[in-house]
């Protein structure tokens, strides 16, 4: 088996005996990304150079029997909105094209200390805005199962590197479904933890108070493993829950004795494609055949959860993008032109006499810079968040939908006061063509209808792989109270330890290769 | 004749708190450093960055709404605030809007020479933001270039909103005045207006008399005052602005949106101010990257406890308990905490409370200015002073040479008895003092004549010759003698 199909908990077996060392593996998963990433472009850089040298040091740490941290190691990629000192975070975007972060996030510190291996940094919606990965401003991420087709998103390129065997792990980040939505689409592993699980200090912020990061990995253990190691209280980040870690990846091989499963009533309706809806019905059989329970749920206000989610999600965006304005941060139009073009217009007007409505030279540097820096979904939703804070419509738009989150949220506390894990879709169909849906932004936004409320509400989910359609994965969803990963991780080992949906790659000498 | 209109005023004033920290960081907000060397990724909006409420900061504000009589809300949270401005770099302040931590209170207000009646000024609220930075513009031949100091970014301000409570210029210079004492004495600021600690925006309109009723005028927002005396100036010149405005347009209050004006110190006038760039929706909302701060009981209890004697009750005190007047005890509490100490320690050691407000009023804080030492410095400390007190209240010695050794001992720190000794300072005997009354009253026949048909106000004259000849004579115990024994000559 070659070391790129292992999982990390098999590659640190290996290491810890010696049958590999971290170079090895490391470079094994730089040459699978310099064989096949040109077609799949789920990295924006690749740190070759770098890598090696961390692996390196890491190995001949291990020969000196030196104290090395849990993820030893292990290359592992990171989407580009997570800031790492001195190095360069575009969040898909062209306003910081430039940017590099004078900081590490808290989560790359934890990695850091982990003694992981950075191999790259991925493609992503920009400011992970998106369900496809085609709002990047740098390149269009493909579906590893079939490069004409999307890989998801925002998580796009997260979620394709581990599935076309580029990084044993990488790291996500979910606002509305998007490390679960591409896991889903792309055939392995991501877990949305609760939110205030994992600092956000670092995370370029797109909608504050919905943003989580989490793990996607091959394996539920994988996730387990990284989990432990990015989740914590981080006094620079007050919304990061002060709650012990549990040993996720020592309880995660625990199955779960008399989980009671509830399926959610509405998410078995109209809009699911049939097949999609038999995979998982399946792994849900799966379960009662390991001794799950399945009990009927509903979450009656899920059906707002879309419609609540863009009001809250661009709401937020709004204001953290304003930041990004060419006077601190981002890029800033040329002055010289725009200073022509305003006397150009000036000297119009003038003529109309009607001069007083021209921008000022500073109001014009703030509006050209942004228009031409922010791609067109960005701009779409800052608009809409603008529009739905200004005077006058905030009672309408954002108050309102303040309250509907609230009462989602007291759903899910009614459902799982009767079941343990909330299990359905993740998505309603499989990966569709890259272009497909690029002029309906109300159908893209459908895409996140079973994976949005979890943010709404706050509570964690996974997304494991348990079926194909048409050589396409399906994932099965599941979702558990707050804090509860353990849980979701156990369970989600338990299905992978009964099935092997996980352990199917795509064939990328095939796919990639013909591409290539 | 009462001017033809009523002036109503309201005050709003920011309030820098003297923590070591900036609000959401760990950045100094020392005054003065070089542009941009107090700044790190949290309080210049690095993408990415979160902040942290310093709680100190909140602490101080806790006990400055305590101490203003405020309701405090048990949960409160945080809002941003959009709007664009080069200064500032997140594109929103971090405010409180819809949720402050305190609303409702009051400070009580009186002018110790009664020029209005005493009042109780109304606190809309007290609310804890972020300051902005700032901007310098250089506009010089046509070329606009502008340059950004993000130091004072993400320093705690305190805003303090009060109700549009009072009625002239001097009630509102006497409000910043009771204000800033409040503050000096909580230790929550140094209200140092020159370095921007205490910014004052005032509101102004005047509800003019017709004979349809009062009739208001459209508020005005006065800005850039940079001391209390200018915020009085502002205010005065203001009303009379508005009433002349009025008078040529009639234009009412609703009729003409807000104005707001700049204060020229210089020029003694209030100037109209361009309209900001920015648009007045600054589009509020919760921010999402603080947790709210709720208060307990116990905690509120424990910042009450933690008060100490405010301005207001400690000048009751003083008059309480040493037999002061109101103006007096003004003047002591006015000095500040240090002083009224030393005032208090002083009036007990030396047995009076009148005699030790007096010469604290009249001698100490004429030599504190004179030598610039504050009072913790001053060379004579309570008890020594005391003691010399101690004599003048004997009758030892008169107040002119009780002055003589008290400029003795705050130049060479010497006891008052060594200073008396080496002076030759005695009281004089009392039938000396006949003796040399009977000696003078011999050789000014014309001031004996004239005490003699009741012009006893020429005894007077007598003093200057009598220390001529013995320096130690008390002059009022002379003069009474004086006029005891003229009519016998
Ligand atoms: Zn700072």
Known sequence: ?516 | MSAPYDIVIGLEIHVQLLTQSKLFCGCSTRFGSPPNTQTCPVCIGMPGVMPVMNRRAFELSLRTAVALNCQIATYTKWDRKNYYYPDLPKGYQISQYDLPFSHDGWLDISDPKDKFQPKRVGIIRAHLEEDAGKSMHDEAAGQSDSRIDLNRTGTPLLEIVSQPDMRSALEAKTFLNELKLLLTYLGVSDCNMQEGSLRVDANINLHVHTPDGKVPTPIVEIKNMNSFRAVERALEYEAGRQYQVWQETGRRLGEVPKQTRGWDDQANVTRGQRHKEESSDYRYFPEPDLVPVTVSESQLAEVRAGLGELPAALRTRLEATYGIKPYDSDVLVNQGPPLVDYFVELATLSGDGRLASNWIQQDVLRELNDRQLTIETFPVRPAAFADLLSRVKRGDLDTSRAREVFIDMVSSGRPAEEIIRERGITQVDESELIALCRELLAKNPKILTDIKEGRTKAAGALIGQAKKVNPNVNPSRLLEICLEVAPSL
């Not at chain 1, 060392?21 to 490391?26: A, G, L, R, Y």
């Not at chain 1, 190995?59 to 790492?84: F, N, S, T």
């Not at chain 1, 939110?195 to 370029?204: E, H, K, M, P, T």
């Not at chain 1, 000297?347 to 030279?361: N, S, Y």
């Open chain 1, 1 to 516: 088996m070659s070391l790129v199909d292992r999982t990390a908990i098999e590659l640190l077996d290996l290491m810890a005996q010696g049958a590999a060392t971290s170079v090895e593996i490391t470079t094994a998963y730089l040459d699978q990304i310099e064989r096949y990433d040109g077609a799949v472009k789920s990295y924006l850089r690749v740190d070759r150079a770098g890598a090696l040298e961390q692996a390196e040091r890491i190995d001949e740490r291990r020969k000196l029997r030196q104290p090395l941290g849990k993820l030893a190691g292990l290359p592992i990629a990171i989407k580009d909105v997570i800031c790492a000192q001195g190095e360069l975070t575009t969040c898909g975007s062209k306003i910081l094209k430039d940017f590099r972060a004078p900081y590490d996030a808290a989560i790359i510190r934890r990695l850091r200390h982990a003694d992981a291996v950075f191999v790259g940094r991925t493609n992503m919606d920009e400011f992970a805005m998106g369900g496809s990965t085609e709002n990047s401003a740098y390149q269009t991420t493909g579906n590893p199962w079939d490069l004409s087709r999307i890989p998801g998103g925002s998580s796009g390129g997260a979620a394709a590197c581990v599935a076309a065997r580029m990084a044993p792990l990488s790291i996500g980040t979910d606002t509305g479904g998007s490390i679960r939505q591409p896991a889903g689409l792309c055939g392995v592993t991501g877990l949305k933890p609760t939110y205030g699980r994992v600092s956000r200090f670092g995370l370029v912020a797109f909608a504050s108070s919905l943003d989580q990061i989490g793990p996607l990995a091959k394996t539920a253990e994988d996730c387990a493993l990284l989990l432990e190691v990015i989740a914590g209280h981080d006094p620079a980040d007050s919304t990061s829950v002060d709650r012990p870690v549990p040993a996720y990846s020592q309880s995660v091989r625990q199955p779960l004795a008399g989980l009671r499963l509830g399926l959610v009533r509405e998410h078995f309706a109209e809009g699911l494609d049939s097949e999609v809806e038999s995979a998982v019905r399946e792994a849900i059989r799966v379960y009662e055949s390991l001794g799950a329970k399945v009990v009927d749920v509903s979450l009656p206000h899920g059906k707002y959860g879309v419609a609540t989610y863009y009001v809250i999600a661009p709401s937020e965006a709004s204001s953290n993008l304003a930041r990004y304005d060419g006077v601190h941060y981002g890029h800033r139009t040329d002055l010289a032109r725009m200073n022509q073009e305003l006397a150009a217009e000036r000297a119009a007007l003038e003529k109309q006499g009607a001069v007083a409505d021209l921008d000022t030279p500073l109001v014009r540097m703030y509006r050209q810079s942004r228009a031409e820096g922010f791609g067109a979904e960005v701009k779409r939703r800052i608009m809409l968040g603008t529009y739905a804070l200004s005077a006058g419509y905030y009672d309408a738009y954002y108050l309102k939908a303040l309250k509907v989150r609230r009462l989602i949220r007291r759903d899910y506390d009614e459902a799982f006061a009767q079941c343990d894990l909330i299990a359905g879709p993740v998505t309603a169909a499989p990966a569709f063509k890259i272009g497909e849906k690029s002029d309906d932004p109300l159908s893209m936004y459908l895409v996140d209808l079973y994976t949005v409320s979890a943010n709404l509400a706050g509570v964690g989910g996974i997304s494991i792989p348990c079926g194909f359609t048409a050589g396409l994965p399906v994932g099965l969803q599941l979702q558990a109270p707050p804090f509860e990963e353990e849980r979701l991780l156990r369970a989600a080992h338990m299905f992978q330890a009964a099935t092997n949906w996980h352990q199917r790659f795509p064939d990328l000498a095939q796919t990639a290769g013909a591409h290539a």
